[in-house]
Nanobody, 125 residues
Framework: QVQLVESGGGLVQAGGSLRLSCAAS????????MGWFRQAPGKEREFVATINWNGGITYYADSVKGRFTISRNNAKNTVYLQMNNLKPEDTAVYYC??????????????????WGQGTQVTVSS
Protein backbone atom coordinates (compact mmCIF):
# COMPACT_ATOMS: atom_id res chain seq x y z
CA GLN A 1 0.00 0.00 0.00
CA VAL A 2 1.11 3.52 -0.83
CA GLN A 3 -0.40 6.57 0.81
CA LEU A 4 -0.10 9.99 -0.79
CA VAL A 5 -0.88 13.23 1.02
CA GLU A 6 -0.95 16.53 -0.86
CA SER A 7 -0.52 19.96 0.68
CA GLY A 8 0.13 23.53 -0.39
CA GLY A 9 -3.06 24.41 -2.19
CA GLY A 10 -4.93 27.64 -1.57
CA LEU A 11 -6.25 30.87 -3.00
CA VAL A 12 -3.92 33.06 -5.03
CA GLN A 13 -4.30 35.98 -7.41
CA ALA A 14 -3.56 35.61 -11.08
CA GLY A 15 0.17 35.90 -11.69
CA GLY A 16 0.98 34.47 -8.29
CA SER A 17 2.74 31.26 -7.29
CA LEU A 18 2.05 28.17 -5.23
CA ARG A 19 4.11 25.11 -4.41
CA LEU A 20 2.31 21.83 -3.98
CA SER A 21 3.87 18.97 -2.06
CA CYS A 22 2.98 15.29 -2.03
CA ALA A 23 4.36 13.13 0.75
CA ALA A 24 4.39 9.41 0.06
CA SER A 25 4.62 6.38 2.28
CA UNK A 26 6.50 3.29 1.20
CA UNK A 27 10.12 2.22 1.26
CA UNK A 28 10.39 2.07 -2.52
CA UNK A 29 9.26 5.61 -3.33
CA UNK A 30 12.46 6.20 -5.25
CA UNK A 31 11.38 3.63 -7.83
CA UNK A 32 7.95 5.17 -8.54
CA UNK A 33 6.99 7.33 -11.44
CA MET A 34 5.04 10.26 -9.96
CA GLY A 35 2.48 12.50 -11.58
CA TRP A 36 0.28 15.50 -10.96
CA PHE A 37 -3.21 15.72 -12.39
CA ARG A 38 -6.01 18.22 -11.94
CA GLN A 39 -9.76 18.26 -12.19
CA ALA A 40 -11.92 21.34 -12.56
CA PRO A 41 -15.68 21.27 -11.83
CA GLY A 42 -17.57 19.56 -14.63
CA LYS A 43 -14.40 18.47 -16.40
CA GLU A 44 -12.44 15.26 -16.65
CA ARG A 45 -9.24 14.73 -14.74
CA GLU A 46 -6.33 15.95 -16.85
CA PHE A 47 -2.61 15.39 -16.91
CA VAL A 48 -0.40 18.19 -15.60
CA ALA A 49 3.12 16.82 -15.16
CA THR A 50 5.07 13.63 -14.54
CA ILE A 51 8.55 12.72 -13.37
CA ASN A 52 10.45 9.46 -13.54
CA TRP A 53 12.13 7.72 -10.62
CA ASN A 54 15.30 9.79 -10.50
CA GLY A 55 13.97 13.08 -11.84
CA GLY A 56 15.84 12.72 -15.09
CA ILE A 57 12.72 12.64 -17.25
CA THR A 58 9.81 15.07 -16.96
CA TYR A 59 6.82 15.84 -19.15
CA TYR A 60 4.31 18.65 -18.94
CA ALA A 61 0.93 19.45 -20.40
CA ASP A 62 1.19 22.18 -23.01
CA SER A 63 -1.07 24.38 -20.91
CA VAL A 64 1.45 24.54 -18.04
CA LYS A 65 4.76 24.22 -19.87
CA GLY A 66 7.12 27.02 -18.90
CA ARG A 67 5.07 27.91 -15.82
CA PHE A 68 5.03 24.72 -13.73
CA THR A 69 7.97 22.61 -12.57
CA ILE A 70 7.77 19.10 -11.17
CA SER A 71 10.57 17.83 -8.95
CA ARG A 72 11.19 15.18 -6.34
CA ASN A 73 13.29 14.50 -3.27
CA ASN A 74 13.62 10.76 -2.85
CA ALA A 75 15.31 11.15 0.53
CA LYS A 76 12.12 12.84 1.77
CA ASN A 77 9.66 10.66 -0.18
CA THR A 78 8.19 13.83 -1.60
CA VAL A 79 7.26 15.17 -5.02
CA TYR A 80 6.64 18.85 -5.67
CA LEU A 81 4.82 20.99 -8.18
CA GLN A 82 6.03 24.58 -8.35
CA MET A 83 3.36 26.68 -10.07
CA ASN A 84 4.27 30.17 -11.27
CA ASN A 85 2.34 32.79 -13.21
CA LEU A 86 -0.92 31.14 -12.24
CA LYS A 87 -4.02 31.81 -14.32
CA PRO A 88 -7.72 31.53 -13.44
CA GLU A 89 -7.95 28.51 -15.75
CA ASP A 90 -5.51 26.69 -13.46
CA THR A 91 -8.25 26.55 -10.82
CA ALA A 92 -8.90 22.91 -9.98
CA VAL A 93 -8.37 20.17 -7.44
CA TYR A 94 -4.81 18.94 -7.88
CA TYR A 95 -4.03 15.28 -7.34
CA CYS A 96 -0.76 13.51 -6.80
CA UNK A 97 -0.43 10.00 -8.22
CA UNK A 98 2.07 7.14 -8.08
CA UNK A 99 2.82 4.53 -10.70
CA UNK A 100 4.49 1.63 -8.92
CA UNK A 101 4.82 -0.55 -12.02
CA UNK A 102 8.29 0.71 -12.92
CA UNK A 103 7.07 2.53 -16.03
CA UNK A 104 9.23 5.38 -17.28
CA UNK A 105 6.60 8.13 -17.28
CA UNK A 106 2.83 8.20 -17.52
CA UNK A 107 0.53 10.72 -19.16
CA UNK A 108 -2.79 8.95 -18.56
CA UNK A 109 -4.59 8.62 -15.23
CA UNK A 110 -5.06 4.92 -16.03
CA UNK A 111 -1.32 4.37 -15.71
CA UNK A 112 -1.29 5.30 -12.03
CA UNK A 113 -2.32 2.93 -9.26
CA UNK A 114 -2.29 5.17 -6.18
CA TRP A 115 -3.83 8.59 -5.68
CA GLY A 116 -3.89 11.28 -3.03
CA GLN A 117 -7.01 12.97 -1.76
CA GLY A 118 -6.41 16.18 -3.69
CA THR A 119 -5.74 19.79 -2.76
CA GLN A 120 -7.76 22.76 -4.01
CA VAL A 121 -6.04 25.50 -6.00
CA THR A 122 -8.10 28.60 -6.72
CA VAL A 123 -6.74 31.43 -8.85
CA SER A 124 -8.68 34.69 -8.79
CA SER A 125 -8.61 37.17 -11.65
Amino acid sequence: QVQLVESGGGLVQAGGSLRLSCAASGRTFSSYTMGWFRQAPGKEREFVATINWNGGITYYADSVKGRFTISRNNAKNTVYLQMNNLKPEDTAVYYCAADTTLATVGLSPNEYDYWGQGTQVTVSS
